[in-house]
């Protein structure tokens, strides 16, 4: 289920290093239960490292798959991906909702958004370092800056709060 985060790290140096990158100084902003926003690409930083953990390890992941075929079979094994690009936070939550709210674990996600006037003409922001991409769109282009039809979409990084997941059997890849 989403959960809030009841401390953030106490690492200061590392917290002001993240909110440059995330474009301010404040971190995390909380927009729902267990949903923050404004996490510079690095939320699992903002956590402290004893007690949250990616879930890159923890749920597999079929290989090959993309867009809407990905989205359908992590549906059907009732699943989510622990890091990925969505059109909007309302995207996010309508694909995979519903399993965080049902899964045993206690979760919170992470969004950053990235916006295509923000971007330099040259370079920037790419769509294959961030995972698979979830939206409803059709990115035609290597960078933003230069897709014609998507203005912005939100980077989203899921963790999991590792002492109540410690007992939770959970299928891995491999």
Same mark, same amino acid.
């Given at each position: 289920?989403?959960? #809030?985060?009841?401390?953030?790290?106490? #690492?200061?140096?590392?917290?002001?290093i993240?909110?440059?990158? /995330?474009?301010?100084?404040? =971190?995390?902003?909380?927009?729902?239960?267990g949903?923050?926003?404004?996490?510079g690409?690095?939320?699992?930083n903002?956590?402290?490292?004893?007690?949250?953990?990616?879930?890159?390890?923890?749920?597999?992941?079929?290989?090959?798959?993309?867009? /809407?075929?990905?989205? /359908? &079979?992590?549906?059907?094994?009732?699943?989510?991906p622990?890091?990925?690009v969505? #059109?909007?936070i309302?995207?996010?939550i309508e694909?995979? =909702?519903?399993?965080?709210?049902?899964?045993? =674990?206690?979760?919170?996600v992470g969004?950053t958004?990235?916006r295509k006037?923000r971007?330099?003409?040259?370079? =920037?922001?790419?769509?294959?370092k961030?995972? *698979?991409y979830?939206?409803?769109?059709?990115?035609?282009?290597?960078?933003?800056? #230069?897709?014609?039809?998507?203005?912005?979409?939100?980077?989203?990084?899921?963790? &999991?709060?590792?002492?109540?997941?410690?007992?939770? *059997?959970? *299928?891995?890849?491999?």
């Amino acid at each position: 289920m989403l959960v #809030d985060v009841e401390r953030w790290s106490n #690492d200061s140096f590392l917290r002001m290093i993240v909110g440059v990158v /995330a474009g301010n100084s404040r =971190g995390p902003e909380r927009i729902g239960r267990g949903l923050y926003t404004n996490c510079g690409y690095n939320f699992p930083n903002f956590l402290p490292k004893n007690e949250w953990e990616d879930i890159w390890s923890h749920f597999y992941k079929p290989e090959g798959l993309q867009g /809407a075929e990905l989205r /359908a &079979v992590l549906e059907e094994m009732n699943r989510i991906p622990e890091y990925g690009v969505v #059109d909007s936070i309302e995207n996010f939550i309508e694909l995979f =909702g519903k399993v965080l709210e049902e899964e045993s =674990g206690q979760y919170c996600v992470g969004f950053t958004e990235v916006r295509k006037d923000r971007e330099p003409s040259e370079g =920037g922001w790419r769509w294959h370092k961030w995972g *698979q991409y979830y939206g409803k769109k059709h990115p035609q282009c290597e960078y933003i800056h #230069d897709e014609p039809e998507i203005d912005s979409v939100f980077t989203f990084n899921v963790v &999991v709060e590792k002492e109540v997941n410690s007992g939770v *059997q959970i *299928q891995r890849s491999g």
